[in-house]
């Protein structure tokens, strides 16, 4: 079993995760001015899955570990953000900080944890027309591609958590595609 998470700001409300159980589907979303940290390592303390696929950045570039500098290295981006279009993590900072924080801690536990990108399995989906912009319709259209959806997202946070979901389900499925390179990190949709 796996999990989807959307995740953001440490207290605003908006990280969500997502996860198919005994034939029901579950969207947990974290109230505002909770700690959405504690709060993810509850769900899966209590769920216990065997991988996460998240939406937020786990590694950072690759220059970061190296000892000596050249004006060529990229300080801002990896390989995956380029190609999928995605934000700098250095862009997201503390968010990132807490992402890999929490990688660890799983990972600790026994859990895989893989980074993953919304937006990018949108693109690949080609769904783009309703996303972020008709919820109820976003969810019709994708209804046509996996009839199993949960019965109704009551904001894109808990859509996107669904996706990530998703990109973990195609991953177990095989039907993944990964961006940027095992060096420096990667990004599976």
């Known amino acids: 079993m796996h999990i989807g998470i959307d995740y953001g700001a440490r207290q ?9 159980l005994d034939g029901s589907w579950h969207l947990e979303q974290v109230e505002k001015k909770k700690d959405a940290d504690q709060f993810l390592i ?10 996460i696929f998240i939406d937020a950045p786990l590694t950072l570039p690759e220059v970061y570990g190296k000892n000596k500098f ?15 279009g ?10 990132t900080a807490r992402a890999i924080r929490l990688k660890t801690i799983w990972e600790y536990s026994g859990i895989s944890v893989m980074e993953t990108y919304p937006a990018q399995l949108i693109n690949i989906l080609s ?21 199993n959806l949960p019965s109704e997202f009551k904001n894109w946070h808990q859509a996107d958590a669904f996706l990530a979901w ?24």
């Open 12 to 20: 605003a409300g908006t990280t969500v995760a997502c996860f198919y």
């Open 42 to 51: 509850n769900v899966i303390e209590s769920v216990s899955p065997s991988k």
């Open 70 to 84: 050249s004006p060529d290295d990229d300080f801002h981006y990896r390989v995956c953000d380029r190609e999928t």
């Open 86 to 95: 995605a934000m700098s993590p250095l862009f997201m900072g503390g968010l």
């Open 127 to 147: 769904l783009k027309e309703f996303y972020k912009k008709d919820l109820i319709r976003f969810q019709e259209e994708f209804r046509t591609i996996h009839e």
């Open 166 to 189: 998703f990109s973990g389900y195609r991953f177990s499925e095989g039907n993944n595609k990964t961006y940027g390179n095992t060096n420096e990190g990667t990004i599976l949709v």
